[in-house]
């Protein structure tokens, strides 16, 4: 599986983005799906993560604490893309942001992903 990410961008505190995640060829319904996200001199963080669509019984979304409120992960699985909303940025949100994909279930932990997008720059500036 290849996941191609668009969408980041610059914009100002207090604004919006939606990156993207696309996997050309490839059904994204049936992977757990995260983002995470890299800013300079951190180690990778956990931003969010979506179970596969099926089981229904067991959908799952999950965030940090620090974007809880404020981004949501989502799915449009007509167009086979995964979804940051990532609203009322602030600078400490800068920050590469790489979509992550996995089989089997749900999970927020970055090893048990093994597919990686090449990351997409946000920046938010003052």
């Known amino acids: 599986v290849q996941l191609v990410e668009s969408g980041g961008g610059l914009v100002q505190t207090g604004g919006s983005l939606r990156p993207s995640c696309a996997a050309p060829g490839r059904t994204l319904s049936s992977l757990a799906m995260g983002w995470f996200r890299q800013a300079p001199g951190n180690v990778r963080e956990f931003v969010a993560a979506?179970?596969?669509?099926?089981?229904?019984?067991?959908?799952?979304?999950s965030y940090a604490d620090s974007v809880k409120g404020r981004f949501t992960i989502s799915r449009d699985n007509a167009k086979n893309t995964v979804y940051l909303q990532m609203n009322s940025l602030k600078p400490e949100d800068t920050a590469v942001y790489y979509c992550?994909?996995?089989?089997?279930?749900?999970?927020?932990?970055?090893?048990?992903?093994?597919?990686w997008g090449q990351g997409t720059q946000v920046t938010v500036s003052p």
């Open positions: 992550a994909a996995r089989t089997g279930y749900y999970s927020d932990y970055e090893a048990d992903f093994g597919t």
């Open positions: 979506i179970s596969p669509v099926v089981p229904i019984s067991r959908r799952k979304t």
